[in-house]
């Protein structure tokens, strides 16, 4: 198994940026494909973001598109997600997950998350 640590979330201002942070750790980084979720009070966890093995190829749902980036430093077992012009309804605790090569991107298949970061954007 690999275990996952984010940090780098907190209170900001609307417009504000923050970079998020997942470290990992027990396996190779660069077998894992990293995805990014987020979970709003009262709202079920959605998709943000993920990023491949070697970090070429990123993906976001739309309403993060232009605001958003995904990279990863697998020499550090850590991938980046830089959150730009910070929306109030960008709150949510943000969750990095792993999943291995082979499978598909539906959430079950994401077997390892980390404990989640809180991000709270104020109006």
């Known amino acids: 198994q690999v275990q996952l640590v984010e940090s780098g979330g907190g209170l900001v201002q609307a417009g504000d940026s923050l970079r998020l942070s997942c470290v990992g750790s027990?396996?190779?980084?660069?077998?894992?494909?990293i995805g990014w979720f987020r979970q709003a009070p009262g709202k079920e966890r959605e998709f943000v973001s993920g990023?491949?093995?070697?970090?070429?190829?990123?993906y976001y749902t739309n309403s993060v598109k232009g605001r958003f980036t995904s990279s990863r430093d697998n020499a550090k077992n850590t991938v980046y997600l830089q959150v730009n012009s910070l929306k109030p309804e960008d709150t949510a605790v943000y969750y990095c997950?792993?999943?291995?090569?082979?499978?598909?991107?539906?959430?079950?298949?994401?077997?390892?998350w980390g404990q989640g970061t809180q991000v709270t954007v104020s109006s």
């Open positions: 990023i491949s093995y070697y970090g070429g190829t990123t």
């Open positions: 997950a792993a999943r291995s090569r082979g499978t598909s991107e539906l959430i079950q298949n994401y077997n390892y």
């Open positions: 027990g396996r190779t980084f660069s077998d894992y494909f």
